[in-house]
T-cell receptor
């Protein structure tokens, strides 16, 4: 069964460093998403991506964040200068276009720890 | 604005008890989708069910059942004869046609042996 994969599973970084979180969505999917979950809190939408551009972003997704689909298979989230409050689990999701339902398939997440 | 409210922060039951997790949503759209996800201690999000706004039929899947009522904007989840393995955080979520998911705060379910 196809699945969304994410690497690394856990990333530790120093405050101010750049990090890139990687995701490989399901191969025939066209809609891509990033969500984050601060420990003990709810899952929050960050950004959606379609047709090689951002289709929607939340107020969390400020200039420190960027997304890219560099090679047609990977979908990356970059944080330019990490802050302590960026420590969270980051989930990638993808969605196909067919069917009446609107299901997103989630990856296992990357736990980002900023020291 | 869309919103999902899970008023129960934590629920603790003893194994074999039935438990209902509440979810109330707000949206102005006529077409929307509702979901339940389970997040076990390992952290991944496990999809349980989806419902679209035109389908108010309740659903049963094994020990799980869902009650969707548009009149009260609720999409409640019941686990019958709970088991220790059901212990997890459960999230209710709402999405519109554009696709982003709006999650509730989650309900932590602890099932004690």
């Amino acid at each position: 069964e196809p699945e969304v994969t994410q690497t690394p599973s856990h990333q530790v970084t120093q405050m101010g460093q750049e990090v890139i979180l990687r995701c490989v969505p399901i191969s025939n999917h066209l809609y891509f998403y990033w969500y984050r979950q601060i420990l003990g809190q709810k899952v929050e939408f960050l950004v959606s991506f379609y047709n090689n551009e951002i289709s929607e972003k939340s107020e969390i997704f400020d200039d420190q964040f960027s997304v890219e689909r560099p090679d047609g298979s990977n979908f990356t989230l970059k944080i330019r200068s990490t802050k302590l409050e960026d420590s969270a689990m980051y989930f990638c999701a993808s969605k196909g276009t067919s069917g009446v339902y609107n299901e997103q398939f989630f990856g296992p997440g990357t736990r980002l720890t900023v020291l | 604005a869309q919103k999902v409210t899970q008023a129960q922060t934590e629920i603790s039951v003893v194994e074999k008890e039935d438990v209902t997790l509440d979810c109330v949503y707000e949206t102005r759209d006529t077409t929307y989708y509702l979901f339940w996800y389970k997040q076990p201690p390992s952290g991944e999000l496990v999809f349980l069910i989806r419902r679209n706004s035109f389908d108010e039929q309740n659903e049963i899947s094994g020990r799980y059942s869902w009650n969707f009522q548009k009149s009260t904007s609720s999409f409640n989840f019941t686990i019958t004869a709970s088991q220790v393995v059901d212990s997890a955080v459960y999230f209710c979520a709402l999405s519109e046609a554009r696709g982003k998911l709006i999650f509730g705060q989650g309900t932590t379910l602890q099932v004690k042996p």
